[in-house]
DNA sequence: GTTGATGTTCATTTTTATTTGAACAATCCG
DNA sequence: CGGATTGTTCAAATAAAAATGAACATCAAC
């Protein structure tokens, strides 16, 4: 109906949308939704704390998926409630997380410890099937590609921690 | 028609499949598709290579699949054309590359590298349009966060080294 | 307790990614 | 050549993932 200040069609200036777009790109690479990204990437460029209505209208986003991003930012520790709603608000406000030691930690923690793990037993199961083949020369070879599998687990667990410190300067 | 030495049902093992299941959700932790799982598992834990026909066979994936499969697994080097098939053979075979080293630096260079690449220069661009910005408290913001995507940047490229460094051992 | 505002859940729809398969090379050999 | 074998390509089909939206909670203020 009218030309709002600075955004009409979609609601996003176009320096925002560059960068809601880099972040849609950014979480696709990391096996994120589309969604997590768009938020992540309106708060990160937003100079005050955003509620869930506003991703709403402003990235044109169902209520759905704003709950649902919401959730697993905060379960990543990416965005973080605003602290100063205390008296008449009940809405709460969200706030992006910028520091890439806390990024790369939440991501760590919850995406990638969690498979690390599983996959840790699965191997220990595996090889104990190794060690129960009949033909010696199959058995041999067995065991050895189960080391292998048990070789990579455990350097992946010793460069998760050390990745984490590297990137927390 | 008649049962084979050790499997039946899909052509693989029970052992076999447990393997293949295994990297089959590796892979999508990697986001890979399934069928790139299915491959490497299979190469992985079998004693002798394995030509695309086998492949199918044995997976009961297409032709076209485990083409394609092929053809991203050896651009980020984790199997590689086995030896020895110079005199009658034309068919070719392929073995799995087992060199933590070597999968995790195929896959920084193939799947890492240009999206930190694309993704600097897409920086550099919104860094200018940042500083193009009128309202000097809005640019003082602005300029501030683009530093930020600017410092993450660098340091994923100072890590990435480091971290094929330390899986290579 | 009623109203209104905020937020969540989850079955369905939509979108995106992957697989298929048939047509098309390429290569070898008689 | 001509036919058999091996492998590739890519439009269409299928499967998997994500988004939607309406019904359902929660809570605060009156």
Chains 1, 2 share one sequence.
Do not use: C
Request: aromatic share 6%.
């Amino acid at each position: 109906m009218d030309a709002a200040p600075d955004s009409s069609i979609d609601g996003l200036a176009p320096l925002e949308r560059q960068v809601v777009d880099f972040f849609v790109d950014g979480v696709r690479v990391l096996g994120l939704p589309r969604s997590i990204g768009e938020i992540y990437g309106l708060l990160f460029i937003s100079r005050s704390p955003l509620a869930l209505d506003d991703l709403v209208q402003r990235l044109g986003i169902s209520k759905g998926s704003a709950s649902q991003g919401l959730r697993m930012l905060k379960s990543l520790g990416a965005v973080r409630e605003a602290s100063g709603n205390g008296n008449g608000e009940r809405r709460t406000y969200y706030e992006p997380a910028v520091e890439l030691k806390r990024l790369v930690g939440g991501f760590i923690r919850e995406q990638i410890r969690p498979h690390l793990e599983s996959g840790q037993s699965k191997i220990h199961r595996l090889a104990e099937s190794a060690r129960a083949e009949d033909d010696p020369e199959q058995r041999k070879f067995l065991e050895e590609r189960m080391e292998r599998l048990e070789q990579w687990m455990r350097s992946g667990g010793r460069v998760l921690p050390i990745l984490q410190k590297l990137l927390g300067q």
